[in-house]
């Protein structure tokens, strides 16, 4: 009952009750030795609150709840979202029908292209300017990134031999944040603002609006990081007509 009420909380965007709800009831705790159903509910509930921090924009929020959870390569499965044909094709009838209750119908499955996109977007927007600072020789804490963050995905880019357009989802996010890496904070828009899933939030426009604020001040912070050992002094001016930002905000981003 608890885990519904705090999915349905986050659901309707109220992130910081739905946290506090749920930290508070403790089921953290004694998950792992539950039964496999209310595992897979804890799994979506999770979700749910990460989608409705990215929902509020808070980026930092989404990226630690979302973060151990991506790290799974059985996402499919641990949120009750895998096909019968694939659950019963190796089991006897009796674990069939055991896992088949498991299967969550397909009208009440989480969009698996979506949590993908809002997990890289935020590996994207927090990565990136650290990655650049710790390469500028900039003391930062590295945080653990796992297999689908931005980070992993820049390494394996950067060493292929053959770099086309963007196609896919994470092709797209990937194009993103090497756009970023160069200060070019419009075209980094322009990408993520060319991905369809993002139709399958509620406040799509919002979202996006706020996600370009955001994109606008990483990639800031990481032009900054670049170009930070190469000149004694960098015009507050030049920086504010370049990222479209006030002197105020550029000078409260860099302090």
């Not at 650290?130 to 931005?150: D, E, H, L």
């Not at 890496?181 to 899933?197: A, H, R, V």
Request: positive net charge; proline residues 3%; hydrophobic residues 40%.
């Amino acid at each position: 009952a608890i885990l519904y009420h705090v999915y349905f909380t986050a659901l309707n965007v109220d992130f910081n009750a739905a946290k506090a709800m749920l930290i508070n009831s403790k089921v953290q705790a004694y998950i792992n030795n539950s039964d496999p159903s209310l595992q897979i509910l804890f799994n979506r509930v999770v979700v749910q609150l990460g989608l409705a921090a990215f929902k509020l924009c808070l980026i930092e929020d989404c990226h630690q709840v979302l973060n151990e959870l991506l790290a799974s390569s059985h996402l499919r499965e641990i949120l009750g979202q895998q096909t019968l044909q694939r659950v019963t094709a190796n089991a006897t009838s009796s674990t069939a029908d055991e896992r088949e209750q498991l299967c969550l119908p397909y009208h009440q499955h989480i969009n698996l292209d979506l949590i993908d996109l809002v997990f890289m977007t935020c590996s994207l927007l927090i990565e990136v300017p650290q990655m650049t600072a710790f390469y500028s020789g900039i003391k930062v804490k590295r945080i653990p990134y796992s297999q689908k963050s931005i980070r992993r995905a820049l390494e394996h880019y950067d060493k292929s031999s053959f770099q086309g357009p963007p196609e896919t989802l994470r092709d797209f996010v990937l194009h993103a944040a090497k756009s970023m890496q160069k200060g070019d904070w419009e075209k980094s828009i322009k990408y993520l603002n060319s991905i369809p899933t993002w139709s399958l939030l509620p406040n799509a426009d919002g979202v996006l609006k706020n996600l370009g604020e955001k994109v606008q001040v990483e990639s800031l912070k990481t032009f900054f990081f670049i170009y930070k050992r190469f000149y004694s002094k960098i015009s507050v001016q030049k920086l504010s007509e370049l990222f479209k930002l006030s002197k105020e905000k550029v000078i409260e981003i860099l302090e």
